[in-house]
């Protein structure tokens, strides 16, 4: 079993303890350094405490497994307030929320949508979007999307 599929396994086990949802974990290496990205969230958000919490539960657990042979640090943080919905369950989940959404080729005339997601069924999403003034509910098959994120309206 890979390094990721074990933190992953460890990282669940520990924020279950602290009633926390993980997101994603990754093994990267950035500017030389090897790091170990837990992103973790709670139904309203994580806060700085449970974050420290989860980096200091999951740090004991793999001092004691110790299967990294090699020098590397933990990072614990939140997906972030316009966080990538990567998962058919986070886009599920989103349905309601302002998103942004980058395909491969233009629809309506834009390769990036900003709108309101509605649904999201048979591969398709439905994005809520005002265009010169107008609502239209653009319906856009899954795999012409690039990237799909929540987004903050201003």
Same mark, same amino acid.
Do not use: H, W
């Given at each position: ?7 992953? *396994? ?8 602290? =009633? $926390? ?7 990267? @290496? ?5 790091? $170990? ?12 405490? =449970? ?15 110790? %299967? ?5 640090? $933990?990072?614990? @943080? ?10 058919e369950e986070d886009i599920?989940? @989103? ?14 005339? $834009? ?11 048979? =591969?398709?999403? %439905? ?18 999307? @690039?990237? *799909?994120?929540?987004?903050?309206? %201003?």
């Amino acid at each position: 079993m890979e390094i990721v599929d074990k933190a992953l *396994i460890l990282a669940r086990r520990c924020a279950e303890k602290l =009633q $926390l949802d993980i997101v994603e974990v990754e093994y990267v @290496s950035e500017k030389g350094l090897k790091i $170990l990205r837990v992103i973790a969230e709670d139904k309203t958000g994580l806060t700085i405490d =449970q974050a420290t919490d989860l980096n200091n539960l999951i740090s004991d657990e793999l001092d004691k497994e110790d %299967f990294i042979d090699e020098e590397y640090y $933990l990072e614990v @943080s939140s997906p972030g307030i316009e966080r990538e919905l990567k998962k058919e369950e986070d886009i599920i989940k @989103s349905c309601d929320q302002y998103i942004c959404v980058n395909t491969y080729e233009k629809v309506e005339g $834009l390769k990036e949508l900003y709108g309101y997601l509605r649904k999201y069924e048979d =591969q398709k999403i %439905f994005i809520d979007i005002n265009i010169k003034g107008k609502n239209k509910i653009l319906e856009i098959p899954k795999s012409k999307i @690039s990237k *799909i994120r929540l987004a903050v309206k %201003f």
